[in-house]
């Protein structure tokens, strides 16, 4: 490996103990808490100093030895290690820890199981959901705490992923990379639904702040974003994005039907230092001893590749799914800098209470923070025209007082977009002119409309051309 003595050595003149506590004393005070199994606590000897050093952390190691020690009410671990994370995340002194970070595979840190019956179809799926929602408060549904994890089977795998965080944090100068997104769409062949996946990448892309520059694949040999696993292996290691969207269906080991990418392929990313974040669409898994290698824990603990990923680990409603993953976007590269764990936590407290917010879950760090500038000007989408009409859910949805509709043309096109209350009278047209082909915003704001209606559905219409979309979104007082 050409760098894995990069971080080991920077502390390798200093000795490094575990601090020795009582997990029940309400005296102690940390941020950042590393929760492992015995023969893992000496490899995270060295970051635990990198986050006090760099990130000004208070960090502690708390092996599960210790845990099972102090909080043996139940007969399950995974049961007893959310006692501690609750016990530590309530009653320890103020600041309190706001960071948990579980490493281990599932066979060394186990998590829960949650089971989907839903009109006879079953799903079982094993999440670390529950380790954010903390027991003494009588809300079960808010999560309390911001939990990512590493799911390591061995040592080397360890430092692979210490590595590479290490060296993102302490480089702390901007390049042109870092605001670079990547997004790819896998084709469907049956008509039904051909632009499913298409179609949730471009709302995507529309709604990426400005200072991005997006980029876009998908594997329909017909598009003229055509690409394939040399498109994108070759783009991540040339060019460089702080971000890469895999938007399609997954298996185990690999994303899209047609095998788009696979774990075999991790093997070709020689991308460092440019470490993206990576957002699945669709499932993923945590791996155990026993079981096989996800791909999502491939380009985790791979030395280049990924930084941290966001994906469900179990099937999900398609409409709240592409919703939650848009709104953790958003908080995750606005202006307003948040770290991983944080726009995840923001992101299950925003939503109902459901079967697809449980089964979202981050791999890596969470109080990693992804690099951009927001300072940078560039388009919309580089070298890419639309190759359709189509109309973007507003957001936010529901909305007071304004919202932000997107639209697309393809070509030269006259182009009306209106708003229509719920008997089918026009109150306000927001565009009303000839476009050329791309991507527009436009923003309504009710407080300048003379239309006040106390609150309720307002629908919106684009024609252009022969092309008619309506939709529908809230307005709330």
């Known amino acids: 490996m050409r760098r894995s003595v990069f971080f080991f050595v920077i502390f390798s003149f200093q000795t490094i103990l575990s601090q020795t506590i009582t997990l029940r004393d309400t005296t102690n005070q940390y941020d950042y808490i590393i929760i492992t199994v015995p023969e893992f606590v000496t490899s995270c000897e060295s970051f635990k100093q990198h986050k006090e050093t760099v990130r000004d952390f208070r960090t502690l190691i708390v092996d599960t030895t210790q845990i099972f020690a102090e909080f043996d009410s139940s007969n399950t671990p995974q049961d007893n290690i959310r006692d501690f994370i609750s016990y530590a995340g309530t009653f320890w002194q103020e600041p309190r820890p706001e960071y948990f970070l579980l490493l281990g595979n599932l066979s060394k840190i186990p998590n829960f199981q949650d089971i989907l019956n839903f009109g006879g179809y079953i799903d079982t799926a094993y999440t670390d959901y529950k380790y954010s929602v903390n027991k003494f408060i009588s809300d079960s549904t808010l999560s309390s705490f911001k939990v990512g994890r590493v799911p390591a089977g061995n040592e080397n795998e360890i430092e692979n992923y210490f590595n590479k965080v290490a060296t993102f944090e302490i480089d702390t100068i901007f390049t042109g990379w870092m605001n670079n997104n990547l997004v790819v769409a896998q084709h469907y062949v049956d008509t039904a639904v051909t632009l499913l996946f298409e179609e949730f990448a471009d709302r995507i892309i529309s709604y990426y702040p400005d200072y991005f520059t997006n980029y876009y694949y998908t594997e329909n040999d017909s598009s003229p974003s055509f690409g394939n696993r040399d498109s994108i292996v070759n783009f991540l290691n040339t060019k460089g994005a702080t971000s890469l969207w895999l938007i399609g269906n997954t298996f185990n080991t690999q994303f899209g039907y047609n095998n788009i990418l696979d774990t075999g392929d991790v093997v070709l990313f020689d991308n460092y230092p440019m470490n993206f974040i990576t957002f699945f669409s669709l499932r993923q898994f945590f791996a155990s001893d026993t079981s096989v290698q996800g791909f999502a824990d491939r380009l985790l603990l791979d030395n280049d590749a990924s930084i941290a990923i966001i994906s469900p680990v179990g099937s999900v409603f398609i409409g709240q799914n592409n919703q939650l993953l848009h709104t953790v976007m958003l908080d995750l590269f606005g202006t307003e800098r948040k770290s991983v764990g944080e726009a995840l936590f923001n992101v299950r407290n925003l939503f109902p209470y459901s079967y697809t917010k449980r089964m979202y879950n981050q791999w890596g760090d969470p109080s990693l923070f992804p690099k951009y500038d927001i300072t940078v000007d560039v388009g919309d989408i580089v070298n890419e025209i639309p190759n359709k009409y189509l109309l973007f859910q507003n957001y936010p949805n529901p909305f007071n ?43 309504f704001n009710q407080e300048k409309n003379s239309w006040f209606p106390a609150s309720g559905v307002i629908f919106y219409q684009l024609r252009a051309g022969n092309f008619v979309e309506t939709k529908k979104m809230i307005l709330l007082r």
Do not use: C, R
């Open 401 to 443: 007082p304004s919202t932000t509709i997107k639209y697309q043309v393809p070509a030269l096109s006259s182009v009306t977009l209106k708003l229509y209350d719920v008997l089918g009278s026009e109150i306000a047209t927001l565009v009303n002119e000839e476009k050329p082909a791309g991507i527009y915003e436009v923003q």
